[in-house]
Each structure stands twice: as structure tokens, then as C-alpha cells.
């Protein structure tokens, strides 16, 4: 790893919480959170990152020197931005009253108001003069180190890394230099930068975020399953990438990653996706392969079904037909268990009987025809 833990040993120097600010692309955020107000990345935290817990123990005990702020900026610098401790950073401006508490938020509130040990204005950071020094800090420690983020952070990171020290640099050899940087393969670089590059374009959506799903969140899909589905040919393929490692992702079918969010992550009535989970990404790579099986799979939204199309339609009918004469024998031997049978049965017998019917007209025309 190139340079991952800075060579002279870094002291921890108190700096005034005024002059402390929230790194504007934490990794481990969106770029909504990042890039909107205060008061949402608050909300943010406060719901997700147990930020009242925070508060609480900093109130009754202080803040813990040993657990010092990572921060950029030069010795004179007017303002820091921490780039390791913002959950930290939002309890204590909160306690300390440099952000407001909205009305609703009574508990945070209480624990402002129940402090017992005061705040010490200045807080123990440790300081890095440049970003790129301290984002391979963040490399060392997060991806190969001994707290590791999520895939989705890793992504984050990785094109903040990018773009912070390898702008000039593109293709496999900007892969292999990440991959050093962090330790890793560059096959892992370029599947979680491509993952991220599809996400965001479909966060983005085509003029309406997420293309219009409803209940989509980008940290609360599993990220995983994007990057495990891009990593088959005939998916990738499908939505525009060259190869796997498309990072850049110029010729992309928008289209058709919309098609790939729906089928991985929107959920019907009952909460069930159409890939479901990722055993079934085979399956999805197999029909999109298959023009008829996508065909399919689009207008029925049935990746079973679709996938018994890869096969051949007349090998998917054999299929299908095998496994309702299974079905219908159950059935049948359930007859003589059943202790009060009703019309409703009856009706679903009489709804098999028909089709059943008319399959058979339908398959006795056709041989008729074909001879």
C-alpha cells in the first residue's frame, strides 16, 4: 500500500469545536445527505447512527481524549473539516448548542439538558494538512483495517480516492494503482466503482430519482447484489457496460438499468422483489441473454417463468406442463384427506378442468396443422 499511515507519528492537538465542520463527502453518506443542509444530516444521524446514545455519554462523562477527531486543514487554518469522527462531531455541537434541536426531537433535548460533566470547548483532534494524506488513512483503517465500512462506503471512498489523487490516471491502470492503495485486487476496485457509477445513475434516474420506484433509498439497498449481478457478462452487457471494469460507464442503456432496479429491489404487495435474493442472479443472467426469455420476464415479471424460456419455448411447455400434472396429483391424493370440501374447490376444479381443455385443443390443432 502506497503511503497508508503517514511516516512521522501524528500527536493529538486540541482545536476549538467552532471550528469544526462535517466532511462534505463522507463516504459513508449520499450525496443528497452530503451536499444538503445541516439540519438533514443531523436527522440522518440522529436516526441512524445513535447519536442520542453519543450524546448521552459525553454528557455524563465528557469526551474521551482517547478518541481523538481526525481533521484537514493547514496549522492556521480557520476551519477543519473532520474527515473520521462526524457522529462525534454532530453529539457535541448538539450538546453544545452550536446546532439547534427541532421541537420533536424531545430526547435530544433532555440529554442536552442533563449534561454532567461540562464540555471542554477544545477538542482533541488529530490533524492532517492535506486530504489526500488522510484519505489513506481512511483506506488503511476502513478497507483493510480493522474497522471496515460497507460495501457501499468502500465504493464512496474508492471514487473519492480517485478523484482526489488519480484524476490523470484511467482503465486497468487506475485500477491496479487503487488496488494498491488499499490493499486489494483490482477486480474488487472496479466492480465496487462500477456498482457505484450504475447506482448513481439510477439514483439520479432519468429526470426523476430512481425512475419513479417508490421507497428506494441508496443506503438501504443491498449494494451487494448490484455488484454481484454486474459481474455477469450478460448483465452488464445489458445495460450498456464494455466489460466489468466499465467504470466510466459512457454508453450506458438507462432503460435497461431501470429495468435492473425494478427487478432487483422494487417489491410487490407481499415485499418480494423479482430476483429475490442473489442465488437467483444466475437465473436473471440467463434470460437477459435470451431475447425471448426477456421479452418474457419484462411483460410478466416472473423470472422463474422466464428463466424455463432459456431452455426453448417448446422445452419450457414440457416444463410446465410436468409440473401441473404433479400439482394435479397432489391435489388428488388430498381428496381423500379432505373432511369438508366446498363449492369453493369445486369452482378451482372446474377453472383446472378448463384449461386444462383448452391446452389440449390448442396442442391437438397445432400437431394437426403441422402435418
Known amino acids: 500500500m502506497t503511503n497508508a499511515i503517514p511516516r512521522e507519528l501524528k500527536r493529538v492537538e486540541p482545536i476549538f469545536l467552532d471550528k469544526l465542520r462535517f466532511d462534505p463527502l463522507n463516504p459513508r453518506f449520499p450525496n443528497h445527505i452530503n451536499a444538503g443542509s445541516e439540519d438533514r444530516l443531523i436527522d440522518r444521524m440522529v436516526k441512524e447512527e445513535r447519536v442520542l446514545e453519543l450524546m448521552e455519554s459525553i454528557g455524563l462523562q465528557g469526551y474521551f481524549p482517547g478518541e481523538p477527531l481526525l481533521v484537514v486543514g493547514p496549522p ?12 462525534r462531531l454532530a453529539a457535541l ?18 440529554a442536552r439538558e442533563a449534561i454532567v460533566t461540562p464540555l471542554n470547548p477544545e477538542i482533541p483532534c488529530i490533524r492532517f494538512d492535506t486530504e489526500s494524506e488522510v484519505l489513506r488513512y481512511l483506506g488503511f483503517r476502513h478497507i483493510t483495517g480493522v474497522k471496515p465500512w460497507k460495501p457501499l462506503a468502500k465504493a464512496r471512498y474508492l471514487k473519492r480516492l480517485r ?23 483490482p477486480g474488487f476496485v472496479g ?8 447506482l448513481e445513475k439510477a439514483e439520479s434516474g432519468d429526470g426523476e430519482a430512481w425512475f419513479g420506484f417508490p421507497n428506494l433509498d441508496i443506503d438501504k439497498v443491498d449494494f451487494t447484489l448490484l455488484t454481484t ?27 435497461n438499468i431501470k429495468n435492473i432496479i425494478r427487478w ?12 429475490g435474493d442473489s442465488r437467483n442472479i444466475s437465473m436473471l443472467a440467463a434470460v437477459v441473454g435470451r431475447p425471448d426469455s426477456l421479452e418474457d420476464l419484462i411483460e410478466n415479471k416472473d423470472l422463474e417463468a422466464a428463466f424455463n424460456l432459456t431452455s426453448g419455448p417448446d422445452e419450457a411447455l414440457q416444463l410446465a406442463l410436468t409440473d401441473a400434472h404433479k400439482l394435479l396429483e397432489q391435489a388428488y391424493r388430498l381428496l381423500a384427506r379432505a373432511r369438508s370440501p366446498n363449492s369453493t374447490h369445486l369452482d378451482q376444479a372446474e377453472l383446472n378442468f378448463d384449461i386444462s381443455r383448452t391446452i389440449r385443443n390448442v396442442l391437438r390443432d397445432k400437431i394437426e396443422d403441422a402435418r
Do not use: C, H, W
Not at 77 to 83: L, R, S
Not at 163 to 184: C, D, F, M, R, T
Open 264 to 275: 432487483l429491489y422494487v417489491k410487490d404487495e407481499e415485499g418480494e422483489t423479482i430476483v
Open 93 to 110: 455541537k448538539l450538546l453544545n448548542g452550536d446546532i439547534a434541536i427541532p421541537e420533536r426531537m424531545t430526547t435530544l433535548q433532555e
Open 163 to 185: 478523484q482526489e489523487l488519480y484524476p490523470e490516471l484511467n482503465g486497468n491502470n487506475l485500477l491496479k494503482v487503487l488496488a494498491k492503495e488499499i490493499g486489494s485486487r
Open 229 to 255: 449481478s454486474l459481474s455477469y457478462e450478460n448483465i452488464y452487457s445489458y445495460v450498456g457496460l464494455s466489460d466489468r471494469r466499465d467504470i466510466d460507464a459512457e454508453n450506458v442503456n438507462v432503460g
Open 191 to 198: 466492480q465496487m466503482l462500477v456498482g457505484l457509477t450504475i
Open 76 to 87: 492556521d487554518a480557520d476551519e477543519f473539516f473532520v474527515a473520521e469522527g462526524n457522529r
